[in-house]
T-cell receptor, first 116, second 117 residues
Framework: DTGVSQDPRHKITKRGQNVTFRCDPI?????LYWYRQTLGQGPEFLTY????????KSRLLSDRFSAERPKGSFSTLEIQRTEQGDSAMYLC??????????????FGPGTRLTVL | AQKITQTQPGMFVQEKEAVTLDCTYD???????LFWYKQPSSGEMIFLIY??????QNATEGRYSLNFQKARKSANLVISASQLGDSAMYFC??????????????FGPGTRLSVLP
């Protein structure tokens, strides 16, 4: 399978615990994006990387959230001191930037986080 | 203010008929892109069609076409010859291009399309 993969697919944690999610993009894609989606809503943009550089961060990405893409390949999203409001589906997407093309984003299956 | 507005929370269409899903957007950036994604009940996001702000012609991809009216800031999705498998949530999204490779992505609240046999 050469699509975007995310791990784990489901995570249940207790309030106050830290969690980390991993995203493996399509191998030749240089851009990687993180989104959060709650039930019945559209995805909310969190952050994106071009190679290893984090180029944009949403104000939604509070100081409890941090994302890395150390070698320009896989990325991790960590949430510290989780709160019940963090319960959501966390989506990762990747794209290949070629000039000013449309940079179609390919999405992974998501990680569903439940904070008890 | 909402950057992407989808005024139809739910839509019904008869199989084999055409349907239009509305999307209006708000941006002051001259360079931007508009996307439509489909999200079936299984949860995956599927890219359907793209329209760039400088594109002169409306985008088409198979049964999907995008009715782009730049002055009105609308980017409606038209699905022709609806199929039962088209039943899903449909999201309109916008990419705003900033200097130095900065980008912002915004998704609308979605429209749930139900295709009736």
């Amino acid at each position: 399978d050469t699509g975007v993969s995310q791990d784990p697919r489901h995570k249940i944690t207790k309030r106050g615990q830290n969690v980390t999610f991993r995203c493996d993009p399509i191998s030749e894609h240089n851009r990687l994006y993180w989104y959060r989606q709650t039930l019945g809503q559209g995805p909310e943009f969190l952050t994106y990387f071009q190679n290893e550089a984090q180029l944009e961060k949403s104000r939604l990405l509070s100081d409890r959230f941090s994302a890395e893409r150390p070698k320009g390949s896989f990325s991790t999203l960590e949430i510290q001191r989780t709160e019940q409001g963090d319960s959501a589906m966390y989506l990762c997407a990747s794209s290949l930037r070629v000039g000013l093309g449309h940079n179609e984003q390919f999405f992974g299956p998501g990680t569903r986080l439940t904070v008890l | 203010a909402q950057k992407i507005t989808q005024t139809q929370p739910g839509m019904f269409v008869q199989e084999k008929e055409a349907v239009t899903l509305d999307c209006t957007y708000d941006t002051s950036d001259p360079s931007y892109g508009l996307f439509w994604y489909k999200q079936p009940s299984s949860g995956e996001m599927i890219f359907l069609i793209y329209q760039g702000s400088y594109d002169q012609q409306n985008a088409t991809e198979g049964r999907y076409s995008l009715n782009f009216q730049k002055a009105r800031k609308s980017a409606n999705l038209v699905i022709s010859a609806s199929q039962l498998g088209d039943s899903a949530m449909y999201f309109c999204a916008m990419r705003e291009d900033r200097d130095n490779y900065g980008q912002n992505f915004v998704f609308g609240p979605g429209t749930r399309l139900s295709v009736l046999p």
